[in-house]
């Protein structure tokens, strides 16, 4: 019985031990600059990019950023930006990586190259042209066209998915950050391109004919 009576308070004190090491540790972790992962607002609320809202590719982006930095929203006149991501290129590609022994495509290299760049409202450079590439392999079979094709969509879905995480987190960086709120002591580029139509043109080489397409513009069915 004198056991069992002094039973609660050892819980009880094995608890608020353990919520004191939790404390502890969150203390120690915050002075070694950890954050625990969630929202990194941009430093400016209106941004304009030429990267179509109609395509998977734009669509998905956008909703990236607002859900990484709720203050910000895309705006689609581009004077009523604070901040401008410019696509500059956007290649997708296939090339033949296997031959059996009949001279049949095996295996194919996927590749997916966007070019892209940060401007302020004046022009000045906040991220330079940055390139982010992207490559996947895949098997091939002649005689199963239309399942290889829902696998090369699917796989460029999930190519532009990644893609488009490094993205956001280049324009969530430090360095971009730093550089827009000390973006008076940059001096405009007069070599910045300018965005281009809403419309972004993409380039796209395409594998031999009557082997496989390459998927559309957005790279893969809307999901």
Do not use: W
Request: net charge negative.
């Amino acid at each position: 019985m004198h056991a069992t009576a002094h039973r609660p308070i050892f819980i009880g004190s094995r608890l608020g031990l353990r919520a004191f090491a939790c404390v502890l540790l969150l203390a120690l972790l915050a002075a070694c600059g950890f954050r625990l992962k969630g929202a990194t607002p941009l430093p400016f609320d209106t941004l304009y990019t030429n990267i179509a809202e109609n395509s998977a590719f734009g669509a998905d982006l956008r909703r990236l950023v607002v859900a990484t930095s709720p203050n910000t929203r895309f705006v689609s006149d581009v004077t009523q930006a604070q901040a401008r991501l410019t696509q500059l290129s956007l290649q997708r590609s296939m090339r033949e990586i296997a031959i059996s022994p009949d001279g049949l495509v095996e295996e194919y290299e996927l590749n997916l190259t966007f070019v892209f760049q940060l401007t302020d409202a004046q022009g000045r450079v906040l991220l330079p042209p940055t390139t982010l590439h992207s490559t996947r392999e895949v098997p091939y079979d002649p005689n199963a066209i239309q399942a290889k094709q829902g696998e090369i969509g699917s796989l460029f879905q999930e190519m532009q998915r990644s893609l488009i995480d490094r993205i956001v987190r280049r324009l969530t960086s430090p360095e971009v950050i730093e550089a827009y709120n000390n973006r008076q002591s940059l001096a405009p580029d007069s070599d910045t391109i300018a965005p281009a139509a809403p419309d972004a043109p993409s380039d796209n080489t395409v594998p031999a004919p009557g082997v496989i397409p390459l998927p559309g513009p957005d790279m893969a069915p809307s999901y």
